[in-house]
């Protein structure tokens, strides 16, 4: 007995099904900026271990983006080694990503949420050695879960420290915004669903037609 195969049509609602439902997840993310207030032109460094650090000048922007798995909804300490954190000023260019231990803090304080931020690098001679990143500043206590959020840098003058070379190399800066931002899923565009579906429609149409000449030539 042979089995009668089922035309390539019959897979379309479910093949558009599938790529409509599809979603990709990706950690949830901090961010958080500001204006470098010391770079090695002031005096610190040269820079060794990261030699992209001696691009960076007094004023330029800066960024740490911060990506995680689960979420941080409320006040605690975070252990989040494995995450992917970075420090970046793309005006100089320079970028920082060499990180094993990070943790983060939430901690409410009269009003506001206390932030601090470590980070551990994994070159030099090891994080109590001046080998971090460290942060500190504080938000509205609302506002943990919230983008474009002005932020307040605690432990002046350096709310973010950026330490390398066993504390050779000092990068410092202010921290004046701060985001969160849920974990993010992407759909496929419409556009690529009537793609698809055309596609798969032709293919189905040809391979009709192609049958269907066959049948008549054996006739």
Not at 5 to 16: D, M, T
Not at 77 to 106: I, N, Q, R
Not at 119 to 128: I, R
Request: hydrophobic share 40%; aromatic share 8%.
């Amino acid at each position: 007995m042979r089995l009668r195969r089922k035309p390539l049509w019959f897979c379309l609602p479910a093949a558009i099904f599938a790529l409509w439902f599809a979603k990709v997840a990706v950690g949830d993310t901090i961010v958080f900026s500001g204006g470098i207030t010391q770079s090695t032109p002031d005096g610190t460094g040269p820079a060794d271990n990261n030699t992209s650090l001696n691009n960076i000048q007094d004023l330029q922007t800066y960024t740490v983006t911060l990506v995680f798995p689960g979420s941080i909804t409320g006040p605690g300490t975070y252990d989040l080694t494995g995450s992917a954190l970075t420090f970046s000023v793309p005006s100089a260019p320079a970028t920082e990503t060499g990180f094993s231990f990070t943790s983060l803090t939430v901690t409410p304080n009269a009003g506001f949420d206390e932030i601090s931020l470590l980070g551990c690098l994994t070159s030099g001679s090891g994080c109590f050695f001046g080998n971090e990143l460290d942060a500190n500043f504080r938000i509205p206590i609302a506002m943990l879960n919230s983008q474009n959020v002005s932020a307040v840098g605690l432990d002046q003058p350096h709310p973010l420290d950026l330490l390398e070379d066993d504390g050779v190399t000092g990068i410092q800066g202010s921290i004046t915004d701060y985001s969160y931002r849920g974990a993010v899923s992407t759909v496929p565009e419409p556009s690529s669903l009537i793609l698809l579906g055309s596609g798969l429609a032709a293919v189905a149409l040809t391979r009709s037609l192609r049958s269907r000449a066959r049948r008549l030539n054996s006739r």
